[in-house]
């Protein structure tokens, strides 16, 4: 006597779930890993601010970090108030505007100093960035 089953059964629902695990767990780690990627270049505690510009096309980071010995970074490079110059006019020759990260405990003579050097090397657009308050 044979025996056969009422019932049949069908697998490739296990398959398709699966499948849904695994993107879902892609999908998961690419939104983790893209917050860590907008933001690179050196680290910055910058001031809080209400307003804020849309994003900047061709534009060239000047980071300054705060402390008793503030630093200049240009192109994630550390550089001095004169050998900013020479660079600020490379990025003038490829259109660029600037954008100062500046720490919040930078003394104000010193992004001022470097807002003079890019307008006086003929940078039309100079701005300082902040983070958005809440």
């Given at each position: 006597?044979?025996?056969s089953?009422?019932?049949?059964y069908?697998?490739?629902?296990l398959?398709l779930?699966?499948l849904v695990d695994?993107?879902f767990?892609l999908?998961f ?9 907008l933001?690179p270049?050196?680290?910055v505690?910058m001031?809080f601010?209400r307003?804020?510009l ?5 534009q060239?980071i000047?980071?300054?970090t ?10 994630e490079?550390?550089?001095?108030i004169?050998?900013l110059?020479?660079?600020l006019d490379a990025a003038k020759?490829e ?6 990260k500046?720490?919040?405990l930078t003394p104000?003579?010193t992004v001022?100093?470097v ?6 090397h003929?940078?039309?657009s ?9």
């Open positions: 006597m044979k025996l089953r009422t019932k049949e069908n697998f490739g629902w398959v779930l699966a695994v993107v767990l999908v780690f690419l939104l983790l890993s893209s917050n860590f990627i933001q270049g050196i680290s505690s001031p601010s307003f804020t849309g994003p900047q096309t061709n060239q000047i980071s300054i705060g402390g008793a010995a503030p630093a200049i970074y240009f192109r490079q550390r550089v001095t004169e050998q110059g020479p660079l020759r259109g660029q505007s600037i954008i100062i500046a720490d919040r104000y003579e001022a100093e807002t003079n050097a890019a307008l006086e003929g940078i039309n100079v701005a300082l960035a902040a983070t958005p308050s809440r």
